[in-house]
């Protein structure tokens, strides 16, 4: 939503001032300069990216309008599930294969919704135990393949935001080819008096306006927040990664979510008060 609110704040401020300087609006509507310049930026979006990588750039560009980083109630209901799977896997590691080879199923899973809405989450937790279930490993190879994971993951969710980047980078280069085609057909006008000059002049200035405007208001700051996203979902993962770690290294559950908690950033991260009395209604609940 705060994507939106900026989207609006930079139109009213550009449009605004314009307006409140005496310009006529009629002027800023060139539809044809924002053809050349959208037209040429999607194609070579298209030419330079595979289907599966503008598929992502749609599916992130989305996700920034829809939602907001990770909450303190976000990593609550984490910490919870991973207290949960922990002390389950202490009791009897193989008590939690049922709830990883199916977390939809998981009555452990389903308590936790935020978390069960989060695939790559619940596939890093997943994949992750079915590995340590089948075949145990020392905490040094269980770290290195975590690492191995957040790292390819991040590498592919990189490629979205990157492009978004060079693209907008490109949008002055194509605001000044609008530019010129329109100087060549004001060239063309010479014998046509000053009002018709004048109106072509202007609609070249704005194909260079249109060019800067969207790579400086629309396509960097989109590219930012995307980068934004995906440290937080980075973050995320790294949380997971303290917690399994911990009880790769034969730690309580409690401590294992300790480990994690300590990793949350510090303006969302439940307090140690918060999550003893959450972890001993649970063994509460459990015992009853």
């Known amino acids: 939503m705060l994507v939106l609110v900026g989207l609006v704040i930079v ?39 595979p289907v ?37 896997a202490k009791a009897n590691p193989l008590s939690i294969e049922p709830h990883v080879e199916n977390p939809n199923q998981s009555e452990i899973f389903k308590r936790y919704p935020s978390v069960l809405r989060n695939k790559h989450a619940t596939h890093f937790i997943c994949d992750t135990l079915k590995v340590q279930i089948s075949s145990p490993m020392n905490p040094y190879d269980f770290e290195e393949l975590m690492d191995t ?30 530019a010129v085609l329109g100087v060549v057909i004001t060239m063309g006008k010479l014998t046509q008096g000053k009002e018709a000059i004048g109106h072509s002049v202007a609609a070249a200035l704005l194909g260079t306006f249109m060019g ?13 927040k995307m980068e934004s996203n995906n440290s937080e979902e980075g973050q995320l993962m790294f949380v997971i990664k303290s917690a399994l770690l911990a009880y790769a290294k034969e730690c309580s559950p409690k401590i294992c979510v300790e480990f994690a908690r300590r990793t949350v950033p510090p303006y969302v991260r439940p307090s140690f008060e918060e999550i003893d009395k959450a972890t001993s209604n649970v063994g509460s609940k459990a015992a009853a």
């Open 149 to 178: 994971d957040i790292s390819t993951a991040h590498t592919e969710e990189h490629k979205a935001p990157a492009t978004i980047g060079r693209i907008g980078d490109a949008m002055p280069g194509l605001g000044i080819v609008a």
């Open 11 to 49: 139109l009213v401020a550009v449009i605004g001032g314009y307006f409140l300087e005496g310009g006529h609006m009629q002027v800023l509507f060139q539809p044809v300069e924002l053809m050349i310049i959208g037209g040429t930026a999607l194609g070579s979006l298209i030419i330079s990216c």
């Open 212 to 224: 800067v405007l969207g790579c400086y208001g629309f396509m960097q700051p989109l590219a930012a």
């Open 52 to 88: 599966s990588l503008i598929k992502n750039i749609i599916s992130q560009t989305f996700s920034t309008i829809k939602r907001s980083g990770p909450t303190k109630s976000d990593y609550m209901q984490l910490l919870m599930l991973l207290f949960e799977i922990c002390k389950t």
